[in-house]
């Protein structure tokens, strides 16, 4: 994995919003943000971060230098392009540790200093804000190292056939190569494990106390959701759901239910146990591509919304 690093230019507050904000020696970092800065409480634009690469670009374009702190951030930077980052990525020194939750924002128009001045800003574009994992203190010349949120994905195929070794197992590499698929457009990286196991109570309880326990972000299950006296996947997955998310199901059998009325047999079922989703698919390829399509639609904001962030 390539390691980033970002080094802080300048740090600068604002005791009033809507002004630009002053360089400080330095800032004090608390868990509500930067201590006596106007954008400072309990939300989750704590802090605001703008590199000089974005700086540079816009100083060409407005006509004169743009002086650090004037398009409001706390904390200028160089050595990446911040607005390339997502939220849950984190930038952490041996000080503290920052939690990326929005790229860009809302911009304000008139109420904006620099864009009563200029006609346009940056910040809206290109600038990010971050959450509080870990405060201190913050002072030009300091590092932070980049560390990307990685998703964390688990592909249970239950089949006895397939774990026995007298049925390839499809099912499971389908869903690891549509997830590959939707990310490769993406700068979120991910990884995926993908296991076979047969049709066993114990076997899918063990992974699935092994993912809950691990944080893996998702589990996908395929296979096991009929009715036959070996399908076991929606009843295991029932008891470790806290939070059932039944629309996509339904969704999902009613739109291909009512061209083929046999996919109404499937139960699968969806919902998150602590912070992992869980999905339990047919073991069909073809089942498989039609579940897949609909979930991708909300699993990444659903990710967000687990962690309180707003990403409408």
Not at 175 to 191: H, K, P, Q, V
Request: aromatic share 8%; net charge neutral; glycine share 10%.
């Amino acid at each position: 994995m390539e390691h980033k690093s970002i080094e802080v230019i300048s740090v600068n507050l604002s005791e009033k919003k809507g002004t630009v904000k002053i360089p400080q020696d330095e800032i004090i970092i608390d868990r509500n943000g930067v201590r006596n800065d106007a954008h400072s409480g309990p939300w989750n634009r704590q802090v605001s971060l703008l590199g000089t690469e974005s700086v540079e670009r816009f100083s060409k374009e407005a006509g004169r230098m743009i002086s650090y702190g004037e398009f409001a951030e706390n904390i200028t930077t160089k050595g990446m392009e911040l607005v390339k980052t997502l939220p849950l990525d984190r930038f952490v020194s041996d000080k503290l540790e920052l939690e990326v939750t929005q790229i860009g924002k809302e911009c304000h128009g008139n109420t904006c200093a620099i864009f009563r001045e200029v006609g346009n800003c940056v910040m809206p574009k290109e600038g990010i804000f971050a959450r509080v994992i870990r405060g201190g203190k913050v002072r030009p010349g300091d590092r932070f190292a980049y560390r990307p949120r990685v998703f964390r994905f688990f592909v249970v195929t239950l089949s006895d056939r397939a774990s026995s070794g007298r049925y390839e197992d499809r099912s499971g590499p389908a869903i690891t190569s549509m997830l590959e698929d939707y990310f490769a457009g993406t700068n979120r990286r991910i990884d995926i494990r993908n296991t076979v196991i047969p049709d066993d109570e114990e076997k899918l309880t063990g992974i699935l106390n092994r993912c809950r326990q691990e944080g893996f972000d998702f589990v996908f299950t395929t296979g096991g959701t009929g009715v036959g006296p070996r399908d076991i996947t929606p009843e295991v997955a029932k008891t470790f759901i806290d939070r059932e998310i039944p629309g996509i199901m339904e969704n999902i059998r009613v739109k291909y239910g009512s061209e083929k009325p046999n996919a109404l047999l499937s139960r699968g079922v969806a919902g998150i146990m602590g912070r992992t989703q869980l999905y339990t698919l047919p073991g069909s390829v073809k089942a498989v591509k039609e579940y897949m399509t609909e979930i991708m639609k909300t699993m990444e904001h659903l990710v967000y919304m687990l962690y309180s962030i707003d990403a409408h």
